[in-house]
Nanobody, 128 residues
Framework: VQLQASGGGLAQPGDSLTLSCKAS????????IGWFRQAPGKQPEGVLCISNSGGSTYFGDSVKGRFSISRDNAKNTVWLQMNSLKPEDTAVYYC??????????????????????WGQGTQVTVSS
């Protein structure tokens, strides 16, 4: 089983980046896929989660309106489109697979107890 996040790098404020999460070793369309991030010295936080069919998405509190998520089950891949990047988006971004997106008060939250699989992250640095 593998979940591999990629696509990170250095961006300037206002730039866009697209991250990919490529899965293997499990039945991809049986799982929701979520992105979470951890910035230095901060608690991890949920970014976005997408249902197994791709029909529903759930935002974390800090990225509404700027980020979007999509998936192609034929390619076992989920993408995180990040627009209007800010320095506070600097973090390592990870993807996780679960039976359902963990949502509280309408927002996707970080809850590793609910994950089935997770993988290595990709660093995103936003700086001028």
């Amino acid at each position: 089983v593998q979940l591999q996040a990629s696509g990170g790098g250095l961006a300037q404020p206002g730039d866009s980046l697209t991250l990919s999460c490529k899965a293997s070793g499990f039945i991809f369309d049986h799982y929701t896929i979520g992105w979470f991030r951890q910035a230095p010295g901060k608690q991890p936080e949920g970014v976005l989660c997408i249902s197994n069919s791709g029909g529903s998405t759930y935002f974390g509190d800090s990225v509404k309106g700027r980020f979007s998520i999509s998936r192609d089950n034929a390619k076992n891949t989920v993408w995180l489109q990040m627009n209007s990047l800010k320095p506070e988006d600097t973090a390592v971004y990870y993807c996780e697979a679960s039976s359902q997106c963990t949502v509280r008060d309408g927002s996707y939250i970080y809850d590793p107890d609910e994950w089935t699989y997770w993988g290595q992250g990709t660093q995103v640095t936003v700086s001028s």
